[in-house]
């Protein structure tokens, strides 16, 4: 008796352990003396509730002057400041850019099957880019936006790039989770599958098809979508999935490239990476050096 009253107390501390937030990961960003950082707290209509961002933008803007916007997307795991804490990309703002930086949690960016007040595609496209453009010096319209990610934020970037070609000039998918709306139930990845489920909707459906980088690079017009830099690294084991996209791209004859180079899943491979994007998304979007 004694040893089950032990074993049950035991469950219930474990449990209560489980259900406890983790405290967030120390704040540490990656700044450089002719950028400021700003952190914002706004209401999002379409998730009803309050969300966070960070923006890196040039210490000195000239009155009057508007600046391109480049939305960076972080991975699975992942929160809204981990491009400023594990990466260089503040630097890149001394170029004239507004970096934005999300929180998307664990949603893939797309509005959620399964869960009506997780429209997070429609809180990066509308509420997001509104609170934005009405708060800082931005530029508005396609040509002056620009939508980065990395693995799960590569996705999203990717997917709302074909889904909303009128709102970016550029989209940039760095080792992009392009395969995850078509993977397949296994008992080793169960939690990981019922995850998706609840985003994606059931194996087969029409949201599945919706939210597939494939079906909609199927169907979207080359001429209409932003450019498209893809890189992956040669260690990953999403580089099959990312070299199967490319070659899509390439039989359609989108405008795009595909960088695959040294490297895993982390952020010594996505962090070399950023200044040949940054150099490409200047040059497709006119900017000059």
């Not at 474990?14 to 983790?22: G, M």
């Not at 609170?131 to 996705?155: K, Q, T």
């Not at 990845?189 to 690079?217: C, K």
């Amino acid at each position: 008796m004694r040893l089950r009253l032990a074993f049950l107390v035991l469950l219930f501390f474990s449990a209560v352990a489980c259900h406890k937030e983790s405290p967030p990961p120390p704040d540490h960003p990656r700044l450089t003396p002719k950028v400021r950082m700003q952190d914002v707290t706004f209401h999002s209509a379409s998730l009803q509730r309050d969300m966070p961002y960070r923006v890196i933008l040039p210490a000195s803007i000239a009155a009057n002057q508007k600046l391109p916007v480049v939305y960076l997307l972080h991975g699975g795991g992942g929160e809204y400041r981990d491009w400023s804490n594990y990466s260089d990309v503040a630097r890149f703002a001394e170029q004239g850019l507004i970096l934005v930086m999300p929180e998307g949690k664990e949603s893939y960016y797309v509005n959620a099957a399964a869960r009506p007040l997780d429209r997070y595609e429609d809180y990066i496209t509308k509420d997001l880019i509104s609170d934005v453009e009405g708060r800082f010096p931005a530029a508005s319209g396609r040509e002056h936006r620009v939508i980065v990610g990395l693995s799960m934020g590569g996705f999203g970037a990717v997917v709302l790039a074909l889904k909303h070609p009128d709102l970016y000039a550029f989209a940039g998918g760095i080792s992009s989770a392009l395969d995850v709306p078509t993977r397949r139930f296994s008992f080793r990845r169960m939690a990981q599958y019922r995850g998706h489920a609840q985003i994606f909707g059931a194996w087969g459906s029409d949201t599945r098809r919706e939210n597939n980088p494939y079906v909609l690079a199927n169907s979207a017009d080359p001429a209409s979508v932003p450019y498209l830099y893809l890189t992956c690294g040669e260690q990953e084991g999403l580089l099959p999935a990312n070299q199967r996209f490319a070659a899509l791209l390439k039989k359609r004859g989108f405008k795009y490239e595909f960088h695959p180079g040294p490297g895993g899943h982390d952020w010594n491979q996505w962090n070399r990476t950023l200044p040949e994007l940054f150099e490409s998304l200047r040059e497709h979007l006119n900017l000059g050096s």
